[in-house]
């Protein structure tokens, strides 16, 4: 990796080395819950130094008549798929799992029961992509709850789902370009 990206870039074991970790945001949203509903994922690389980069976005439509806990669970479904998908590039960099959702973080750390129905399939569908990042990988996983100021950007991307009623991701070229 070169200065300017805090030596995170390329192969991740040698981000693994400078410090580097990886926190992925999520957040989901329903208008009149249930309602017109929207998720949002946001991948981070963070340097040694605290330097944050962006390097995945995933705004995803929900539908027209689903609740805001179904949201959430979509949007952690999504950046948790995309990890797995990508576990060569990120491969053994410790992963914060962020979210505003007390319910979803307590679930999935096994704190709190999934008692509605409508929330056992995205539950066991989060929590087999969490063991699948985990297992083998040396990736370390832990999961916080955060008050919905400090997930701006999760929040924008499952408003933006909402607001435009269709799917949209961006990467990061230069990042994905190095490893």
Known sequence: GSSSDGGCRGDAAVGVRNGCRLEMYFDGGSRSNPGISGAGAALFVVDHDGGRRCVWRH???VGPRCTS???EYTGV????????????MFNGLPLEVIGDSQLVVSQLKGNWQVRANNLRPLYTKAAQLLRDLGHGSGTAVALRHVPRRFNADADQLANQAMDRRA???????????GL
Do not use: F, M, Q
């Open 59 to 61: 705004s995803a439509y």
């Open 167 to 177: 799917d949209s991701e961006w990467t990061c070229p230069s990042w994905t370009s």
């Open 77 to 88: 479904v999504r950046g948790l798929s995309y990890l797995n998908e990508h576990k060569d």
């Open 69 to 71: 806990n179904e949201a």
